[in-house]
Structures are given as C-alpha cells and as structure tokens.
C-alpha cells in the first residue's frame, strides 16, 4: 500500500483559509489516484479547535511542536542575524527534538512521498526515505519585496505569523521603521533561502503555473510545476440569470495577512468614498477571519462598511454579492479568492496585481483596473447594469471551468506522483 505523508506548518483543515483549501486539494487528488494510499499528516497545530475537524482521507495525524522561547531566540540570533542562513519563518518554526520525531516517524512509515507545506518547514528535510516535494505557495521573497512601497497601508507586515515570534523579539518587531528593516532583511534572506532550498526536493510547487516556470528557469529544477487551486463551478448556474444584492460589494480573504488588510484599508480611504458619492445605497462587506483592530476601526471610519469577521459559510455570504472587490496593493502566485468568486459567478474587479497569474480577458470576465478612477467607474458599472454583470457572470464561471477544474489542476500532481 502507497504512503504519503504531509509535513505542515499549520493543520489542513477545516477550509477556513486559502492555503488550508490547497493543501485539502492535495490530499484529495492524491486519494482519488490513489485510493487505498494511506496519508500521514505531521502538522503544527494553528488552533486546538480545529483538530475535530480531521478529514477522514487522512490516516493518521501527529501533532508537532514548535521550538520554545530560548531555541527561537537563538536560532534567530545565530542563524538569522549572525549566519545570515536562515530566514526568520525558518528559524522560529525549526526545533531540534521535532526534526527528530520527524525523522523517526518517516523511518516507521516509509512514505513514498514526503510533501513540505512551504519554506517555513523546509529545515526538516531528512536524507533517504522518499521523494520529496515542496510546495513554495508562491515566493515569498517577491511577495515582501514588493510590501516595501506600501507601508502605511500595513497594519502589521507579519500578520499571523508575528505570535510565533519570540515576545522580546515581537514587541521590538512593531515599531514600524524596524518593520520596515525587517521586511527588506527577511525578503534578501528569502531570496536566498528559496534558491538554496530547492536542492534539497525532487519536486518544487507553486500556485501559479507562471510563477512556477519563472522560478524553474532560476533554479535550473528538472521537475518545478504550478498546480493552481481546482474550482469546479457549478454547471447549473451557467443556464439562468443568478440573484444577487445590487448593493452589495464584498471582499474575502484573512483579514490577519498583510495583503489583505493593507487592501481594505486603501479600498476605504482612497475608492470607497468615491463610490458612495455616487451609489449611497452601497454596502462593503469585509469577510475573512482575523480582523485586525485597523480592519475593525473602518467600520467606525467610513459609512456602510461591514466586518463580518469568520463565517460559517463563506460561499453564502458572497455568491449574493453584486461584485467582489480586490484592489490588492502587493502579492505574488495567483489570487485564489479571484479565481472562487469567479467559479461562484460573482464578477471581480480588480488589479494587474490581483490578476497576475490568471490571464482571463479583461472586460469579458473581470475586470482589471490600471487606476483607482478605474476601479470606481467598473465598480458603478456592475451596480447598475444588470446586463453587463449577467454577462461577466457567465464569462468567469466559464473561464473557470476551463482553466482550473479538477481535471485541469490534477494533471501536475499526477505528473509528480508518476
């Protein structure tokens, strides 16, 4: 019988972010190959609650530990800022007695393949037993980079992943010029990082396809491949008009992630305003677990503005939704939320940034906006003309349906798996 097991730096499960879907989207796909392959997941738990919440398609489940407050401090010290080795994320997930439960673990399974949820766990790559394959997500080395230019609009540069610093550390890490040092010293060490990694796995994944091939040409990898999120929209909603709130823009994503809270915030400062101006029955739904007090705070700021922070259903909330709203400031790898509002039928307005990686046809099914005027006017334009948004509507779920079905995104894990 096949054995796969997932080395996770947070659990991949329930569906409550982008990444906990993809890793999902994983294990499934590998079960349906492989029906009797049995899935060992060894994972850093992000919250207690969820672990109820394990999947049946994984077998076994080993929590793992995080190093304490002395080993973080000194691999930050020693490997991050004196060795110039290890990017902070690495130094603050990696612990000596884990790698060595890891290391028994695999011995005991003999898993075939040995998947790595991003660079973070990268450091527990052990020599011998199975293929191994890591999944960068995207690069995060371009992603902080391209943060620099957006500073006042980032509530926090670390987002969730601050509470795994050390508190000394944290507490010095919120001063914003830090931050900003930070950033830049986190992306050089990542850049490298990145790179240096990829030597150590048969197999490289990105969301992106174009990311992907992009990072293959640096690294010279024989085996660097994009399997995007698999959205299998559905066929009954491509035959009549669907109904939705024509008041109603949301946007979706952790509200926790630099990326995202940075979004809203110039969203309601710079756009939001503008389109109230012009449409006062407007209504801006800010959908996503985390919210972080600025996130909060523009509910007071500006009229209309609606957090609803977690839900239970995040399909329920936006498919109603006139538009979704993604004027992304930064980011790297393809959008899933873009490419799920679309499979939903709910048209995007968007950014080359929030577009990068999916390259639908603009005006036909989304919309990408060069300027905020831009996104004001498309905006307007889906609120008002019920035919042009009918219109975008089916474009997207057939763009969908071609590009990112699960036939489609299957393809490069089977690739992997042969």
């Excluded at 091939?213 to 909603?237: A, N, W, Y």
């Excluded at 926790?256 to 309601?268: E, G, L, M, R, W």
């Excluded at 490419?339 to 999916?358: D, F, H, L």
Aim: net charge positive; with cysteine; aromatic share 10%.
């Amino acid at each position: 019988m096949k054995k796969m097991m997932f080395i996770t730096n947070r659990l991949p499960f329930p569906n409550t972010d982008g990444r906990k879907n993809l890793l999902q989207q994983y294990i499934y796909q590998i079960k349906d190959i492989y029906p009797e392959c049995e899935i060992v997941n060894l994972s850093f738990v992000d919250d207690n609650k969820y672990l109820k919440d394990k999947p049946d398609a994984i077998s076994r489940l080993v929590c793992l530990q995080l190093p304490g407050m002395a080993e973080k401090l000194f691999n930050v010290l020693v490997y991050s800022l004196l060795m110039r080795r290890w990017p902070l994320q690495v130094s603050v997930y990696y612990s000596r007695r884990t790698h060595r439960l890891i290391k028994e673990m695999i011995k005991e399974e003999q898993p075939e393949f040995i998947f790595y949820d991003m660079v973070r766990v990268a450091e527990y790559v052990t020599d011998g037993i199975g293929q191994k394959v890591l999944s960068y997500d995207d690069l995060l080395s371009l992603r902080y980079e391209r943060q620099l230019q957006w500073f006042q609009y980032i509530p926090s540069v670390f987002g969730g992943f601050s509470d795994k610093l050390p508190s000394g550390v944290k507490r010095f890490a919120n001063l914003k010029f830090i931050q900003k040092w930070l950033v830049a010293f986190e992306s050089k060490l990542l850049h490298k990082y990145e790179k240096h990694a990829a030597q150590n796995f048969q197999h490289l994944i990105f969301t992106s396809p174009k990311e992907a091939e992009t990072f293959r040409q640096i690294v010279s990898h024989r085996s660097c491949l994009g399997i995007p999120m698999r959205f299998d929209p559905d066929r009954k909603m491509t035959g009549n008009p669907r109904s939705y709130d024509r008041n109603k823009i949301v946007f979706v994503g952790k509200m926790d992630i630099p990326h995202n809270s940075s979004a809203v915030v110039y969203f309601c400062e710079k756009i939001w305003p503008r389109i109230k101006q012009q449409a006062p029955k407007a209504k801006f739904h800010i959908v996503g677990k985390n919210p972080t007090a600025e996130v909060l705070r523009l509910q007071q700021a500006y009229p209309d503005i609606i957090v609803t922070g977690e839900v239970d259903n995040v399909k329920r909330v936006v498919s109603d939704a006139a538009l979704m709203i993604a004027p992304l400031l930064f980011g790297t790898g393809i959008k899933t939320k873009i490419v799920e509002a679309m499979s939903w039928g709910v048209p995007v307005v968007t950014n080359p940034i929030g577009s990068e990686g999916i390259n639908a046809i603009n005006h036909e099914d989304l919309f990408v906006c060069e300027t905020d005027e831009e996104m004001v006017q498309n905006v307007l334009l889906l609120l008002d003309n019920d035919e042009i948004n009918e219109k975008v509507s089916r474009n997207s779920i057939r763009y969908v349906t071609h590009h990112f079905s699960s036939s489609v995104t299957r393809k490069n894990l089977e690739l992997i798996l042969s």
